[in-house]
C-alpha cells in the first residue's frame, strides 16, 4: 500500500448506548503510514473509535470503511488490526517468545517463520535475548514492550494503542514515546493512539483528533492545533492560554484590553465578538509606559527553565506569563507582546450571552486574583 492512500474512513459514524449518543456523526479519513492521535478527555469517546476500528462495538449509524469497504459488520478477528492496551493483557502463564508467538501460531505460520518474527519484534522493542523470561519478572515498560511486539507479531495493516504509556513513569513514558514513533517509522504502518495527555499528543503525532463529547472537536498538525485552536476548549486543553473577549472593528481590526490591534488572519466579519487567545510564552513584561496594558504581579511559580507567573490588569482579567526571570509580587509592569502572536476565535452566542459571560469571568478573575495573593514562595 502507498504511504498517501486512505486506509480507514469513518463517515457519520454515531454510536449510542441506550439514550445516550456516545458518538455523534463521527467523519475521520487516515491515510496509510501515518501516527495519528485521539485527544481528549476521559468519557470523550476516544476508546469508543478505537473499538469500531477493531470491531468489538457496532456504529448505530454511519459507515466505517477500511481499505475501501465498508466493514461495519466484519468480524473482529477478519480485521488487520491489533490493539496495545494499557495494562498490557498479556498472557500471564506464558513466557515472553509464547506471547509473541501467540497470533502466529494462530494463523498456523510454520514454527521457524515464527521464530524468526519472534526475533524480529523482540529486537523492534528491544528485548532481544528475554525471550524465556516469565511475563511476571518484567517491569511495567517491559511488560509494554512485548505486548507492542506481540501485536506486531500479527502484522496489522492498523495498530491501536489506548492509553498505552499511561500506567509508566514519566521518564519511562518519554523513551517509550520516541521508541514507538521510531517503530512507526521504521515499519510504515498507521497507528491510531489514543491519550489524555496533549504533550503527549503534540510530541508524537502526525495529526491530532481533539475529541470532546464524543465530538471532533478539532483536527490538524500539532502545529495547528497548538496554535490555531479553533474554539475555546481546544485553546484550554492544548497548552495553556490566556483567553480573553473581543470585538472585530473591522475584517483586520481586532479590539480587546481597551486597545485596537490589527490582525489580517483573522477572518471575521466587523463587529463580530469574539475571543482572542494569547499563549503564556509570548508574553512578556516591560515598563509600565511601554506595555500594551498595566498589570501587578500576583504570584509566581518556578518551573524549572521558565517562571510562571500570574498578573492582573486593572479590569481584573488575569494574565498567566512564562518569562526566564522572576518577577516582584505587587510591582506594577508592562505587559508586551507581538500582535502577530494573537490568535482570534469566533464565539457563537447571543449578546446577552456574551454579556453573561464576560461578567462570570469578570467575577471568577476577581477571585482568582484573591486567591492566589500572598502564595508566592519567592520575591
Ligand atoms: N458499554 C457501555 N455502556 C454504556 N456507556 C458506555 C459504554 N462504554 C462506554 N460508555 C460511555 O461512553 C462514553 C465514552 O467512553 P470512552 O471509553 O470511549 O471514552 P474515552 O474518551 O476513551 O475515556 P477514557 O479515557 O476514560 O477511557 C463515556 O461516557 C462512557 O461512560
Do not use: C
Request: overall charge negative.
Amino acid at each position: 500500500m502507498q504511504a498517501s492512500e486512505k486506509i480507514l474512513e469513518f463517515k457519520q459514524v454515531a454510536l449510542s448506548f441506550g439514550e445516550t449518543e456516545v458518538l455523534k456523526n463521527i467523519d475521520l479519513s487516515l491515510d496509510s503510514g501515518q501516527f495519528y492521535t485521539l485527544l481528549g478527555p476521559s468519557g470523550s469517546g476516544k476508546s469508543t473509535i478505537l473499538k469500531l476500528i477493531s470491531g468489538q462495538l457496532q456504529p448505530s449509524a454511519g459507515q466505517v470503511v477500511f481499505d475501501g469497504k465498508v466493514i461495519n459488520d466484519l468480524p473482529a478477528e477478519k480485521r488487520r488490526v491489533n490493539t496495545v492496551f494499557q495494562n498490557y493483557s498479556l498472557f500471564p502463564n506464558m513466557n515472553v517468545y509464547d506471547n509473541v508467538a501467540f497470533g502466529p501460531r494462530l494463523k498456523k505460520m510454520a514454527e521457524p517463520l515464527i521464530e524468526e518474527k519472534v526475533k524480529e519484534m523482540l529486537s523492534l522493542v528491544k528485548l532481544s535475548g528475554y525471550e524465556n523470561r516469565d511475563i511476571n519478572e518484567l517491569s511495567g515498560g517491559q511488560q509494554q514492550r512485548v505486548a507492542i511486539a506481540r501485536a506486531l507479531a500479527n502484522d496489522p495493516e492498523l495498530l491501536l494503542l489506548d492509553e498505552p504509556l499511561s500506567a509508566l513513569d514519566y521518564k519511562l513514558r518519554k523513551v517509550l514515546q520516541t521508541e514507538l514513533r521510531t517503530i512507526q517509522r521504521r515499519l510504515g504502518i498507521t497507528f491510531v493512539f489514543v491519550t489524555h495527555d496533549q504533550e503527549e499528543a503534540l510530541a508524537m503525532s502526525d495529526w491530532i483528533f481533539v475529541m470532546n463529547d464524543g465530538v471532533i472537536q478539532q483536527q490538524g498538525t500539532p502545529e495547528d492545533i497548538y496554535d490555531e485552536p479553533v474554539n475555546n476548549f481546544v485553546a484550554n486543553f492544548i497548552g495553556e492560554s490566556n483567553i480573553v473577549p473581543g470585538i472585530m472593528k473591522s475584517d483586520y481590526l481586532v479590539h480587546f484590553v481597551g486597545k485596537d490591534f490589527e490582525n489580517v488572519d483573522a477572518g471575521m466579519r466587523p463587529n463580530e465578538q469574539v475571543e482572542v487567545v494569547l499563549r503564556p510564552e509570548d508574553l512578556d513584561f516591560t515598563t509600565p509606559e511601554e506595555g500594551k496594558l498595566v498589570v501587578t504581579i500576583k504570584n509566581q511559580s518556578f518551573r524549572g527553565d521558565y517562571y510562571e507567573i500570574m498578573a492582573q490588569d486593572d479590569d481584573l482579567n488575569i494574565w498567566q506569563v512564562q518569562v526566564t526571570n522572576p518577577a516582584k509580587i505587587g510591582e506594577r509592569v508592562g505587559l508586551t507582546f507581538d500582535p502577530e502572536d494573537i490568535h482570534i476565535m469566533r464565539y457563537d452566542e447571543s449578546e446577552e450571552e456574551f454579556d453573561a459571560r464576560l461578567e462570570a469571568y469578570e467575577e471568577d478573575n476577581a477571585e482568582a486574583a484573591g486567591s492566589g495573593e500572598g502564595t508566592h514562595e519567592s520575591d
